[in-house]
């Protein structure tokens, strides 16, 4: 489960020899040349999964279950790849000390880079280096087992709407996706850790636990009373969950997804089921495990692993979906504008205007606003 204890040696003499381990550093976005080597902080020096004692005991509520609740984030899960490297054989759950040490560069130069450079793109970085190889931990290739004819069918029938992860056309509110409509992420939610908005707030009572994801602000509420699910006609972006204790694990079993949002790798069908098992390891990690079963939409059943851990002063403030959202808005009256630009190009003879990809390059000649000047480059 964690490197050997030979390879954490090797990580940290290497590491305090400035060895040349650390060319496997990542670089930007593009890749290129190995960075010059950053130095670590202690808590990066060792795989945070091997700091867990096997020993520990979670503090109890005063009705006796384990305390789980608290803002937790999956910021330290930035670098940890879903599926597993083709380097490593199956049943292969840590990196090598040259990997780990790769990793551990790469989420450091990524923290400080968005401490003292980065503006209102900042990525969120945590503070630890997991020594994970895959957050897929089953099957034991650490890989995907595939979605099947059948879920794709469900998402062009439920999910046709791309929104401005797309380019449009934009005519109507729900030619946009749940995301930009500030509706829902859905379970996906607290499952790996996003550009930002990380964060995972658990609140406890005897008889519930509720769930709150930082992004889109959806909030949970698992009954613990032994109460049946609802009806399967009834269905919801989250599902609806029924939680029990198993020893110091909170096991939550989920079905009655709406299939207009994604569950794991799939358009759920009415047989989507996942259960969670949620359990504290160490004062400042929480260990998630969820397990997907859907037999229309997936060719197999597939675990992910992730750590919910604790950063200094960290705290989960509102996420404002509906307030600072401009998707949208923008997104329509833009439309409105081309489509009066085509209908002037049309009247005078003019070439009608191309339709272009927000995702591409911007065409030769167009004007670049640099955001933080104002300042426009002309290219």
């Not at 000390?97 to 968005?114: C, I, K, M, P, W």
Request: aromatic share 8%; glycine share 12%.
């Amino acid at each position: 489960m964690t490197l050997k204890k030979t390879a954490i040696g090797a990580a940290v003499a290497a590491i305090a020899a400035g060895a040349a381990t650390s060319a496997f550093a990542q670089g930007g976005r593009g890749g290129g040349a190995p960075q010059a080597p950053v130095e670590l902080p202690p808590e990066r020096l060792v795989p945070a999964e091997s700091t867990i004692d096997p020993e520990y005991n979670a503090p109890e509520t005063s009705w006796g279950h384990p305390v789980i609740e608290g803002h937790w984030t999956t910021d330290d899960m930035r670098g940890v790849n879903a599926t597993r490297n083709a380097k490593y054989a199956a049943g292969e759950e840590s990196l090598d000390e040259a990997d780990f040490l790769a990793r551990a560069q790469s989420q450091e130069r990524g923290r400080t880079g968005a401490e003292d450079t980065e503006t209102f793109l900042r990525n969120e970085w945590g503070t630890r280096t997991f020594g994970f190889n895959s957050l897929v931990v089953e099957p034991a290739t650490g890989t995907y087992p595939g979605t099947t004819p059948a879920s794709a069918q469900l998402r062009n029938t439920y999910q046709g709407f791309g929104g401005t992860f797309g380019s449009g056309p934009f005519h109507e509110f729900t030619d946009f996706s749940l995301y930009d409509r500030c509706i829902a992420r859905g379970l996906n939610n607290g499952t790996s850790a996003a550009i930002y908005g990380n964060g995972v707030i658990i609140a406890q009572s005897p008889t519930s636990v509720a769930i709150t994801y930082e992004m889109i602000h959806e909030t949970r509420v698992i009954p613990l009373d032994s109460r049946p699910h609802l009806s399967p006609e009834l269905k919801q972006w989250t599902g609806n969950g029924r939680g029990y204790w198993e020893g110091d694990t909170l096991v939550i079993e989920t079905m009655g997804f709406d299939p207009r949002i994604n569950v794991g790798q799939a358009t759920p069908s009415d047989q989507m089921k996942t259960t969670e098992r949620i359990r504290r390891v160490d004062d400042q990690m929480i260990e998630y495990r969820i397990t997907y079963e859907d037999p229309i939409s997936l060719n197999a059943p597939y675990t992910m692993r992730v750590m919910w851990t604790t950063e200094p002063g960290y705290y989960v403030w509102e996420y404002s979906c509906h307030e600072g959202n401009g998707a949208v808005g923008h997104s329509l009256s833009g439309e409105r504008a081309w489509e009066r630009n085509v209908a002037e190009a049309i009247v005078n003879g003019t070439p009608v205007p191309v339709r272009g990809d927000v995702y591409g390059a911007p065409p030769d000649g167009s004007e670049i606003v640099d955001v933080n000047t104002g300042a426009i480059i002309i290219e």
